[in-house]
Each structure stands twice: as C-alpha cells, then as structure tokens.
C-alpha cells in the first residue's frame, strides 16, 4: 500500500494524457483567496457533519483512548468541488446497468458454469475453496430460498484511444462489484453538499457557469438501494414464524464507514417502514439461529426475549479473509447461507463477481458473454465496456500474459490482481514482475492481468482528516444496480423479479496513486459535473 503523504504529491502532474473537459474549461476549479478558502470550507466541516457525510476517526487521527466510546465523526475524504465528467461517459455506464444485472444474475444462477470457472482457483486459493465448500454443504441438503438479491456496483474509467487523442470518450470497466458495494450512502451527500455550495454561492463565481444546475445530476443511490431491500423484504413474504420480520445489515466491528451504512439503513426504515439491526459478523452464532423449518431467527442483544424472523441479510462483511479469524466465522456464514432468509448476496452470486470471473467473461471471442446475455444488442453494449482481461495460467492467452507481467517494460502498463475485494490487493506495474518472482508459479494462476485504464487527469482538491490537498486527479465512476431474481434449478436459468439501476458513486484519487478505496485511506468522495 502507499502511504497516505503520496497521494496528490504531483502537483504539476495532469498524467500522461491532456484532460479533455480540463481543455473546455482550464481555470476549473478556480484558485481560491485565502478569505474564499476559508468560507468554503467553514461551510463544507459543518454542513457535512449536520447531514452524515462523516466517517468515524482513525485511531491515527484520534486515538481510541480519546475516543473510548466511539462517539466522534469526522467529514469523510471529499472533493471541494464537483468534478468533470464527459456526459456521454456517464449516460454509456448508466444505459448498461441493467444489462450487467442480467448478466450477473445469470452467471450466479449456473452453478456448473461456477464451477467450471473457480475450479482452477480451488487448490491455490483457500478463501475461494471456503466459499464454495460453503455452496457444497448447502447444496447437500438443498436451498432453503430461491430468492437472490444483488446490490451491484460496476466502476469505470473513462478511456481515450491513444492512437486517436480525438476520440469520443468511452468507460472501460475497472471491476463488477457482488458483495459490500458500498459509499452509495455517501454518494447521495456528497452530491448534495456540492449542490449546496453552489446555491448558496461558496464557490467563486467563475464556477457558475461550470456548475450550471443541469450538469449536476441527483445522486439517488440511498432511495434506490433502499427500494431494492424493500423489494427482497416484500418478495420474501410475512413472517410465518409468528415473530414480525427484520432486514440484518452484516457488519464489521469496529467499522470506520458506518454512516454510509445508515444513510441506506435509515431510507429503509422511513421509506418503507422496514425494520433493521446491525448485526457484526462475529455474533451470527451467538445472536441468530435456523428454526426447524430454516428460518432464520434473530435475538436483539437489547431484547433477547422478543426475535425476528430475518427476512434479508446484507452483507457489509464477509467478503475478506482476514475477518474469517475463526471457524466459527466459517459456521456463521454457513448458518446464513442454509437459512431461508435472502441473501445479498449469496455465496454463488459473491463468486460470480471475482476478478477470474470477469476475465473469463473479457477474454477476446469468449462465448460466455452471448451465453449470458443472449440480447445482442445488449452484450455488445457490455462488450464495449470490457477492457483487456488475460488469465495467468498456462493457456496461450496465460502464456501471452506471463511474458507481458514479467518483461520489465511491458509490465508497466498492466496491474495484476488476486481475487479479492476491498483495495489494497493489487499489484501495479513496475511491482508485477518482483511480485511474481517471490510467489510460487503454481499461485500465478489466481491472479489476473489487467490492462491499466489511463483516464485523462483534472485539477481538483480534496479534503481529508481536516487538510487540504490539492492537484492532478482522475475519477472512477460506479454505477449502482439492483437485482432481485428467482433462482433456477442451478442451469442458468432464473427469473428476474425486478432489476434496475440504482444510482452513482463518482471517486476520486490523486493521478499519482493507484488505488481508490477511500476508507483505506485513498482518494475520495466526489460528485459529477457533467459536461
Ligand atoms: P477492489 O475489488 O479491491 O476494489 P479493483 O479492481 O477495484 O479492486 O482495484 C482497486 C483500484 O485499483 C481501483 O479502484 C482503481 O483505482 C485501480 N485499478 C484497478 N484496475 C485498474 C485498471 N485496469 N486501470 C486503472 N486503474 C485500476
Ligand atoms: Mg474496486
Ligand atoms: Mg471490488
């Protein structure tokens, strides 16, 4: 990982390719006098933490001896101003999103294409070889609930052909999201607050004709992702165990991006009158269990007397490793997964969304895309946003690859990446061919290589754990889907109940780091202006 200081460290540095909205408009965002600066920001720290665009403090930051109960927030790492974004960019990752829920709910309903595909995984990935012995055990004795639900995000990066500087702009996918797809909750704020900062005129007025109010589009992930739990807790029916039904948001403890959580949490129980508990993913055992007739039972540590019957679990944990410290946490997965409460997201659907699976479906002429999605139209849409995805085992296309990720030239315009999930996995460039060196070559295979997207740099500044850093940035667009579907006999075949898409996330990272989780300490939060 790199260390926090190197973020925005180039000040001068626009990366390799010339920023096409910087182009139309060069003195966005515009220099700020020190009494500017001062009412930006004086407005910025409170309207964000008066409306949750918060996250808990590091220990770094404020130690938990200062902070023994837990009770500070910090504004979360944002952008001061929206940033650039070729419209067309955005409306291309948007008119795909249900075509990628159609996709990924098919391949997490064919059990034998799973197979097919993580089975080289199994003997040198124990994490994978887990999950899907998780998938096993239940299949042993059947599934207790067809019902899935996906809360899907698929993040992007604007390309520009190199061999034609020219070009229209397109977005070339960094990754599909299965599990934990999270910051939707301080997507819809920070959109708000650079709303707000317009209205009431905290930014120079050379911004306003930028900032036009159309080119800043509503950020709805909070409603939408609350819409689509609502569907799975309507779908999955009233209770039938006599106790009233609850939705388990599965978290991790300590958990600094918790009020990302609660935004969603909070439109569910408003909006839709749907009630919710936190629960950690260490108390599954101790504070749930599957009643005769699989249902899944939770007793509220406050009120062990009086439990729900669990009609949907979302998974804001379980998706890394290091949180399976037990075997107990193995049971407790395993506990959900045979229950008949839904899953977002199932064992299977967490798999469809690896790295491995998204090469498989990238590589050139593969036909698992048309298996999936049998719409033409709609899979060369996908198509469009693939960029060049190779496999590290010992097909050609592996060979191809494993010459690329050890020549000391070519390697630097790839990344490699394990099959994991929430940042600080991959492996960059110039890091690749040492990397591979010091790992057995059995273990290459459960990685993939990845051509590096290099989407064109803009000047922004970004605040975090109170400083101020401003510099050459680029962007990465998720956009948020919403799946629920009836699953088949395991062939593929499945029945979407409701899909559709479920808003934006815009991030933003200094153009001279690689990576862009923003809890890890990278990049930020950011909303789009779209030109
Ligand atoms: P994770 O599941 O851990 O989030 P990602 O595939 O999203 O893994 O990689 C983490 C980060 O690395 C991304 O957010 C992005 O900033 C950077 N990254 C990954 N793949 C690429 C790529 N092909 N081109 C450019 N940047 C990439
Ligand atoms: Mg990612
Ligand atoms: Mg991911």
């Known amino acids: 990982q790199q260390p926090e200081e190197d973020i925005l460290k180039d000040r001068s540095g626009l990366g390799s390719t010339d920023a096409m909205a910087t182009q139309v408009y060069p003195n966005y965002p515009p220099d700020l006098t020190p009494e500017q600066e ?103 004795e059947g599934y207790a609930q067809p019902l899935n639900l996906g809360l899907f995000r698929s993040d992007y990066m604007v390309h520009i052909d190199p061999s034609d500087p020219t070009s229209r702009p397109t977005v070339k996918q960094v990754e599909f999201n299965t599990i934990a797809s999270s910051f939707g909750g301080l997507s819809t704020q920070v959109s708000a607050l650079h709303k707000h900062l ?197 097909s050609e296309a592996g060979l191809e690859a494993r010459s690329f990720a050890q020549d000391a030239e070519k390697c630097k315009r790839y990344v490699l990446k394990p099959q994991r999930e929430g940042g600080g996995n991959n492996i960059y460039r110039s890091n690749i061919p040492g990397f591979l060196q010091e790992i057995p070559e059995e273990k290459w295979p459960a990685h993939i290589l990845m051509e590096m997207i290099e989407p064109p740099a803009q000047q922004n500044v970004i605040f975090r754990n109170g400083e101020v850093q401003s510099g050459g940035v680029i962007c990465e667009l998720g956009v948020y889907g919403a799946c629920l579907w009836e699953q088949g006999d395991g062939d593929g075949k499945r029945e979407v109940v409701e899909s559709s898409e479920a808003g934006y996330l815009l991030r933003t990272k200094g153009s001279g780091s690689e990576e862009g989780g923003v809890a890890a300490g990278f990049g930020s939060v950011d909303s789009a202006c779209l030109v």
């Open 198 to 394: 317009h209205s009431i005129e905290a930014y120079p007025d050379s911004t306003s004709s930028v900032i036009a109010d159309t080119a800043l589009p509503d950020a709805t992930s909070v409603p939408k992702l609350a819409h689509g739990m609502a569907a799975a807790h309507q779908a999955y029916g009233p209770s039938s165990s006599g106790h009233p039904t609850c939705v388990i948001f599965l978290v991790q403890e300590p958990e600094r991006n918790v009020f990302d959580q609660r935004h969603v949490e909070y439109a569910l129980n408003k909006n839709h009158g749907v009630r919710t508990f936190r629960l950690p993913f260490h108390r599954v055992l101790k504070d749930t269990r599957v009643d005769s007739e699989r249902r899944l039972l939770y007793a509220p540590p406050h009120k062990p007397d009086k439990p729900f019957e669990v009609s949907l679990v979302y998974f804001r944990a379980g998706y890394s490793p290091d949180e399976y410290t037990t075997p107990d946490h193995w049971k407790g997965r395993l506990q959900i997964e045979r229950s008949a409460a839904i899953k977002c997201p199932s064992v299977l659907t967490q798999l469809a969304g690896t790295k491995k699976v998204q090469q498989v479906l990238a590589t050139p002429h593969s036909p698992h895309l048309a298996k999936f999605l049998p719409d033409k139209d709609q899979a060369s849409e996908v198509l469009k946003t693939f960029a060049p995805i190779y496999p590290m085992d010992k």
């Open 38 to 140: 001062h009412y930006l920001l004086a407005n910025l720290k409170d309207w964000s933490i008066a409306h949750g665009l918060a996250v808990r403090p590091t220990t770094a930051y404020v130690p938990t001896k200062q902070d023994p109960s837990v009770a500070l927030a910090t504004t979360a790492p944002i952008t001061l101003y929206p940033s650039l974004f070729p419209r067309i960019c955005f409306e291309q990752a948007r008119s795909v999103a249900k075509a990628y829920n159609e996709l990924y709910s098919a391949i997490a309903s064919d059990e034998e294409w799973l197979k097919g595909t993580v089975e080289e995984l199994l003997d040198i990935d124990d994490f994978i070889a887990e999950l899907w012995k998780v998938h096993l055990d239940v299949k042993k």
